[in-house]
């Protein structure tokens, strides 16, 4: 009835093309080998720098199984893969990326007539046949105007995005002239206003000249390496391949539509590489030599005035993250979900950058729906609210999760102002809770100190004496209520973070 290739099929898989732009990022690799259906002369097999792909199809009544190899140019570019779409109902696609995936016996949705609409039918008369046959045509016909619609709003929304996604070879060298520094590729970025990341052929490219030079971390999801690119640093983040999820939603995540902030992470590439025997998958974003506020709080004491540039950009960042900004150079209003000092990295202007999305969770406005299914405890059990702990939070509306970032946040602030020197007094570095938990605290141990005994970090009174402690203190306060929605927003501490900062003459 309809071909894979028609458009209107494709009009209504809106969202299967967003999906699809990310997954062609999965598409690359070595020659794969594939079943193949009309391939008698090679032994039903081939080889394809693509995909497999099985399909199945219900033509007149009998079932068809083709498989066949599609080429690498056949995927890309990412904006039109349609032979990778499924239309249900009609028939059934599969692309898969590894040896011989497509040797799989899709099924056909069975259009089965029940004997009494077969007798029905053959008393019916022309106006009956017509009303059966014109009923389901017109109800098609409405469908594909909704989805045309839908469409539409996809294109406006994602419409910068698919301008840069499409592979266009020919503005590759224009993106990455030879004398071009990363600064010089990100100011491009920023002044073509797409607001969505490089385009996907020039993050591959970045990604496969830099040179890693050592360790700087390692983490659940990997390890973290200092790399250079062209003469720059640059921060490249491995993922193990069982990390795979990670490493695509906070891909998925960084591509967000006006994402990039002062204080949040500058995100660069993404890439998958493979190297025959595994799948490398690396994040490439900006270097802070500082490292993370967790490394920076361990080595320094900060000044009162280092104090506030800390926690006023971290709320900056925070409130960036959290808002949502409509129209078509917007965005989703975004929960972090692991906020802590080891995921804030410091700048070299003493101003954070957050980082580490891979939990983040987006909210679709439109439909007050949240993005991904959100698993119920994730994070860092130390970090997590008390509605989390014992799992009260009401995972349906978005802004639970906001208030739980920002309780969070309450306890980097609590780990910041510790270390605040003021009349030459600072304690040492402690992690939030260090004095009632042990080292990597069970959910239990943390729940039983937080909800039960609804203990927090100790506030000390000395700070009283000095006008900026006692805000952070009271910030602190504010930010730590067992009660989620009680909490103060982000923007309403940056506010009052600015204030002070005019106060305490602190040039950001
Ligand atoms: C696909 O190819 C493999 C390897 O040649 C073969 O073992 C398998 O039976 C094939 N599957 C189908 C459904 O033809």
């Known amino acids: 009835m309809r071909s894979y290739g028609n458009p209107a099929v494709m009009s209504t898989k809106g969202t299967a093309l967003t999906l699809l732009v990310l997954s062609g990022l999965i598409a690359i690799g070595n020659a794969l080998r594939c079943n193949c259906t ?31 190899c599609i080429a690498r140019d056949k995927l890309m570019p990412p904006g039109q893969p349609f032979y990778c779409l499924s239309a249900e109902g009609y028939l ?12 799989v016996d899709l099924k056909v949705p069975k259009v089965s007539r029940l004997p009494a609409i077969e007798s029905a039918l053959s008393s019916w008369g022309p106006v009956e046949l017509v009303a059966v046959i014109a009923g389901p045509i017109i109800l098609v016909c409405l469908l594909l105007i909704v989805g045309v619609l839908v469409f539409q709003h996809h294109q406006r929304t994602y419409n910068h995005r698919q301008r840069l996604d499409v592979e266009d ?8 002239a030879k004398d071009k520094t990363l600064q010089d590729l990100i100011f491009d970025l920023s002044t073509s206003g797409s607001g969505s990341g490089l385009p996907l052929f020039v993050q591959r490219t970045v990604a496969r000249t830099i040179v890693l030079q050592e360790i700087i971390g390692k983490g659940r999801f990997g390890e973290v390496w200092r790399g250079k690119w062209r003469g720059g640093d640059v921060a490249v983040k491995i993922f193990s ?13 960084y591509q967000t539509i006006m994402l990039r902030h002062e204080n949040i992470l500058g995100f660069i590439a993404a890439d998958n590489k493979d190297n025959g025997t595994w799948t490398q998958l690396w994040l490439v974003s900006d270097y802070h030599e500082h490292g993370s506020l967790f490394d920076y709080l361990n080595c320094y004491s900060v000044t009162i005035e280092g104090m506030i540039k800390l926690a006023l950009s971290a709320a900056s960042g925070l409130a960036h993250l959290h ?34 999305l891979g939990l983040a969770v987006r ?16 994070g860092t059990k130390r970090y997590m609210a008390p509605e989390v702990l014992d799992e009260t939070i009401n995972m349906k509306h978005f802004d639970s999760f906001k208030c739980a970032d920002i309780y969070a946040l309450g306890l980097v602030y609590w780990e910041i102002a510790r270390r605040g020197s003021a009349g030459g007094v600072h304690e040492d570095y402690q992690l939030p809770y260090y004095d009632l938990v042990p080292p990597d605290p069970s959910i239990e141990e943390m729940r039983k100190v937080v909800c039960d005994q609804r203990l927090r970090p100790t506030v000390p009174n000395w700070w009283q004496s000095y006008e900026a402690l006692r805000v952070m203190g009271k910030i602190m306060r504010e930010c730590w209520y067992s009660n989620g929605a009680a909490r103060l927003t982000a923007l309403r501490i940056k506010k009052t973070l600015s204030q002070l900062s005019v106060l305490e003459d602190v040039k950001m």
């Open 363 to 378: 909210h679709e406005s439109s439909t007050d729906t949240i993005d991904i299914a959100p698993n119920q405890r994730v």
């Open 169 to 176: 070879p020919s503005c590759d060298h224009l993106y990455l």
């Open 241 to 253: 391949s069982r990390e795979e999820r990670s490493w695509f939603r906070e891909a998925e995540i």
């Open 38 to 68: 009309n391939c008698e002369s090679s032994g039903y097999e081939c080889e394809t720098d693509g995909a497999c792909m099985a399909s199945t199809s219900n033509i007149a009544g009998v079932e068809q199984h083709v498989r066949i």
């Open 92 to 103: 059934n696609t599969h692309c898969c990326y590894s040896d011989y995936c497509n040797s």
């Open 323 to 356: 808002m949502e900004i409509l129209g078509t150079q917007g965005k989703p209003g975004i929960a972090h979900r692991d906020l802590k000092s080891k995921n804030i990295l410091v700048k070299k202007n003493g101003t954070c950058a957050i980082a580490d």
